[in-house]
């Protein structure tokens, strides 16, 4: 990754399309803030979770390489994420503005997507850490319910479903996933502290981290997002450090647009 690259990764965006991503562990409440930010900013909500267990459902080849190593929490590996992204990142709706959640989960997609988004002239407005403690997570994920339909989450004590049992939205039975377990649960923190965190490290470095509290109530972690959001959009994001993310080889996320 260039100095120019990463330039245009934390340059000005206004007036454009509102691109975010939410990192943080699993359970640290991604998906329950992204669904209401998709709506409130009408932008595409891409997770690379839910892409990959719509894969297992079809049992497509890449969902039957996924399966096994989603169900022991462990990542599925680079190449396999990097080809599906650069598919969806070109599908039209990601020109209204995109919000990341899962994704990217280790140092060669950060560094994939960086060289996409500098490569397309497609600074990001801010990346929101959602940050909760190991013991308060596997609470709330022993306990998560998830709507296959839909793909909405629910707790069976902070966040019930009106009917127990199904989805609020559109009245799915709801699923208990697979690798929501305790002994999943563990392998899957592991492998966010020995992967992802560096990848929040590097974002930290280049001034686009914004942390939050993800142990407050849904709603005060969604009011302190929307002023994050509203901040990151009236101002500049200064490139702050030309830190490489790693020397070596950066992976392709799809080619550059001529610009
Ligand atoms: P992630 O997408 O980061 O894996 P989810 O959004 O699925 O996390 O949330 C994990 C679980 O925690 C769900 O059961 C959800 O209802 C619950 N949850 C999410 N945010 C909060 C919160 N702020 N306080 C309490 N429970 C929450
Ligand atoms: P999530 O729904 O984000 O909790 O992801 C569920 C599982 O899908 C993870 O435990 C991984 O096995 C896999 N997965 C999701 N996103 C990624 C990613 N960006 N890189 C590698 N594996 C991923």
New binding site residues.
Partial sequence: MSVLDLRRLTGVARQQALRLI?I????????????VLKDRYALAHI?T?DMLREEVRRQSPLGLQAKTLMAAGRLVPDALILDMMAQRLQQPDVSRGFLL??FPRSRAQAEALVSRLAAHNQPLHSVVQ?DLQDEE?VR??C????CPACGR????Q??APIAAGYCDADGSALVHREDDNEATIRTRLAVFHEQTEPVIEFFRSVGLLQRVD?????E??EHLIERLVQGALTKTSPLRTSRRLTAGKTRSLGRAVPR
Avoid: F, W
């Fill in positions: 939410l943080g562990p699993p359970g640290a409440g991604k998906g329950t803030q992204a669904a997770s979770g959640d899962g959602l997570i709330r994920l306990l998560r319910r998830s989450v629910y707790h069976l902070s966040n993800a142990s407050l109530p849904i005060h972690v």
